[in-house]
């Protein structure tokens, strides 16, 4: 099966394009600020207690929440109790740990940021670093993540806006904006272009990386990349007692951070492994040491995964 014809199915499953790749007009760097601790009586005081009883509490026993500080500004896209209240049973169930978090965090935004601001732009960084996704229909927000589609859920509203709560800012949606609740791991195994990158990572040991804390940015060498290369280079790489060279190999495919196709910029960058990596601009294509970048910026929640052509190797 070939990559250019399957490849959009397997995004569309991923939900991994939601929206555009860049804002309408240059967008600030995010910066990592962090909401105020007393979240909870925030939205208390917002006049829509009654409605976001649940939203409150999700916050408060999130991963987040130790780590808040007093003063910083904060935006909090807050959901209603009935909107929490009607989401599918079976995807209900499935929001505990890692995946409330990763559905808390896609929720506060660094920085107080009106709802006219917001419609500035097409995408914003996140507290907890994915991107969401945002459409301003004549005044109507609506706001989405890059598994909206995927967990069947429609772009949520806001239905009250600018809110002020002490140094922040509360807008109300009727409905989540949803992230990928998979981690970068999780996420190559799901797809099928990158099964010889999975069983690299297995046998070099990478795959606890790939599923760790983060953030990074993986280059990900398709399987096609992989059959490009000589039969007995990919069999030598995949021998495990080549392990150390084969590791070597697959740093050279990591970054560390969340770098989006946006920020892409012709020159040099230094990768996991200490090493430089060099990226071109060429016939309207990014390339990475000679890779083409093939597509860009599948999401997950400890980085993000950009598909390349080739197998970075000397």
């Not at 808390?104 to 507290?127: C, K, N």
Request: charged share 15%; glycine share 10%.
């Amino acid at each position: 099966m070939k990559l250019s014809a399957s490849l959009p199915i397997w995004i569309a499953a991923l939900a991994a394009a939601a929206c555009s790749s860049s804002p309408k007009k240059p967008a600030e760097q995010a910066v990592a600020v962090k909401a105020p601790e007393s979240v909870t009586m925030t939205l208390a005081e917002s006049g829509s207690a009654g409605q976001l009883e649940i939203m409150g509490l999700a916050l408060s026993s999130s991963r987040y929440f130790a780590g808040l500080t007093d003063g910083a500004p904060f935006t909090i896209l807050a959901v209603r109790d009935q909107s929490v209240a009607s989401l599918p049973p079976a995807l209900a169930a499935n929001l505990g740990g890692r995946e409330l978090d990763a559905l808390i965090g896609f929720h506060v935004l660094p920085g107080r940021l009106t709802a006219e601001q917001l419609a500035q732009f097409t995408r914003l960084e996140t507290l907890g670093g994915q991107r969401l996704c945002i459409s301003d229909w004549n005044g109507e927000i609506e706001i989405s993540g890059p598994s909206n589609q995927a967990l069947g859920l429609p772009p949520a509203r806001i239905v009250a806006r600018n809110i002020a709560v002490g140094n922040g800012l509360v807008h109300v949606l009727d409905g989540f904006a949803g992230p990928s609740v998979l981690s970068l791991y999780e996420t190559a195994c799901g797809s099928p272009f990158l099964s010889q990158l999975i069983a690299a990572a297995e046998i070099a040991g990478v795959a606890d990386v790939l599923a760790g804390e983060g953030p990074l940015t993986v280059f990900a060498p398709t399987n096609e990349a992989f059959e490009a290369l000589d039969e007995a280079q990919v069999a030598r790489l995949l021998d495990p007692s080549n392990r150390e060279q084969l590791l070597t190999v697959l740093r050279r495919h990591l970054v560390p951070g969340r770098l989006y196709a946006d920020r892409f910029h012709v020159g040099t960058l230094v990768g996991f492994g200490g090493g430089e990596l060099e990226f071109t601009w060429r016939g309207g294509d990014f390339f990475v040491e000679g890779a083409r970048i093939v597509h860009t910026d599948v999401e997950a929640t400890n980085g993000v995964i950009h598909l390349i052509d080739r197998v970075l190797v000397d």
